[in-house]
C-alpha cells in the first residue's frame, strides 16, 4: 500500500489542524494505521493509532485530549485532528501501516509502509 500524509502547515499555539492519510486505490480499510512525527534532532516517535475498523484507537500521553484518530474506509483515508496545538507538537508528521490484517501498534517497528511525512509547525 503507497500512503500519503497531507494537510500540514504553519500556525500559532493553541489553533488546530487536520492532517490526513490517504491511500493508493481502496485499499486502506484493510490496514490498521498509525501517526508518528520527527521533529530536528529527534527520534521518530509514535503519537496515534487506529485498528482496522476504527474501534480502537491509541495515542500518546502529551496528545490525549487534543487529538483524535479517525478514519473513514468509504473515503480511504485517516484523518488526525490536532487541537490546542503547542510548540512542542512541531514536527513531520508521518502515517504509517503494518501489513494487512495486522493489528494496530504503538510501536515503531511494528509498520511496514510508511508514507513522505507532512511538517507540521507551530509558533509560540
Do not use: H
Request: aromatic share 10%.
Amino acid at each position: 500500500v503507497q500512503l500519503q500524509a497531507s494537510g500540514g502547515g504553519l500556525v500559532q499555539a493553541g489553533a488546530s489542524l487536520r492532517v490526513v492519510c490517504a491511500a493508493s486505490g481502496r485499499t486502506l480499510p484493510g490496514y490498521a494505521v498509525g501517526w508518528f512525527r520527527q521533529a530536528p534532532g529527534k527520534e521518530r516517535e509514535f503519537v496515534s493509532a487506529i485498528s482496522r475498523g476504527g474501534g480502537t484507537t491509541y495515542y500518546r500521553d502529551s496528545v490525549k485530549g487534543r487529538f483524535t484518530i479517525a478514519r473513514d474506509n468509504a473515503k480511504n483515508a485517516v484523518y488526525l485532528q490536532m487541537n490546542s496545538l503547542k510548540p512542542e507538537d512541531t514536527a513531520v508528521y508521518y502515517c504509517a501501516a503494518p501489513l494487512k490484517g495486522q493489528v494496530a501498534s504503538t510501536a515503531l517497528g511494528a509498520y511496514e509502509y510508511w508514507g513522505q511525512g507532512t511538517q507540521v509547525t507551530v509558533s509560540s
